[in-house]
């Protein structure tokens, strides 16, 4: 006869959860090997991973197929994997960031998104060496910390403007993120950044960053997809570099806290364009 204990099952995790686990699973394995990794492993035109990404991954898969197994998983270093026809995909980046992390630097995110069919449902982001997570259920953004979580509010008040200068470049006839650097008015309000991670993404959802910019594509991305659907739920304005609505058959973003500042980059890189 089973016992009340033995007949217990705990209450299914939701997709939130299951989402911070991931992502906290992977900034463990990211801090905990922090400085010790020099390997380094080539995937061609100047791009690498190290063996952190891929244990990162391992992790994070791990908890994914153990909680979702009827799910699939889009990996940055592991590939696709899981049922084919699943209705339902997580995009996972286990170190966003691995040319800073190599070089010793702490400025890194690890991502997990659930998308189902083109939309980012649910997300996550981890910064390992803050243990903050960042994480939307999809009305909603907010910033987990010594386990408190509080409502993100972002804000142009920093002044600072990340800008993805990392290839490829496919709108590189038309626009170059790097061009507005050098542009006087653009200085003149804003103060150029690259941290060369999309946590700074995040950051535009936080107040950290006063907007990000990439004329990269972003398409169907395991590195934009978390922190586009956290900056979507924080009410961050997101769009193309025309100012049109971003999709996922855009090439190149603007995100940003509102709409004035949006507009000023938007008129700042049609002024740039040839």
């Known amino acids: 006869m089973l016992t009340t204990a033995d007949s217990y099952a705990p209450p299914a995790m939701n997709d939130v959860d299951v989402a911070i686990e991931v992502v906290a699973a992977g900034g463990d394995v990211v801090r905990r090997r922090f400085g ?25 898969l791990a908890i994914l197929r153990r909680r979702r197994p009827g799910d699939a998983v889009h990996g940055e270093e592991l590939g696709r994997s899981g049922p084919l026809d ?32 083109a939309v980012a449902v649910v997300a996550a982001v981890a910064e390992p060496f803050s243990a903050q997570i960042f994480w939307t259920d999809g009305e909603s953004a907010h910033m987990r910390a010594d386990g408190l979580d ?42 150029p950044r690259v941290v060369s991670t999309s946590l700074a ?61 949006h507009a000023t980059l938007v008129r700042l890189i049609a002024r740039r364009k040839p």
């Open 36 to 60: 010790t990794d020099s390997e380094r492993i080539d995937k061609g035109s100047g791009d690498f991973a190290t063996a952190a990404d891929i244990e990162a991954e391992t992790a994070m």
């Open 86 to 117: 699943s209705s339902r995909t997580w995009l996972i980046d286990p170190l966003c960031g691995t040319v800073n992390y190599a070089a010793g630097m702490p400025v890194v995110a690890v991502n997990a998104a659930l998308r189902t069919a």
């Open 150 to 191: 509080r409502p993100l509010a972002p804000t142009a008040d920093s002044a600072l403007v990340d800008l993805n200068l990392d290839p490829p470049f496919p709108n590189a006839q038309t626009f170059r993120a790097v061009t507005l650097a050098a542009d006087a008015d653009f200085i003149a309000r804003f103060k």
């Open 201 to 261: 993404l995040t950051w535009v959802a936080t107040g950290q960053r006063a907007a990000y910019i990439t004329d990269g594509d972003t398409r169907d991305s395991v590195h934009f997809a978390a922190g586009l659907a956290i900056c979507n739920a924080a009410g961050c304005r997101i769009s193309d570099l025309h100012g049109g609505p971003w999709d996922q058959a855009s090439r190149g973003l603007i995100v940003a806290p509102d709409d004035d500042t």
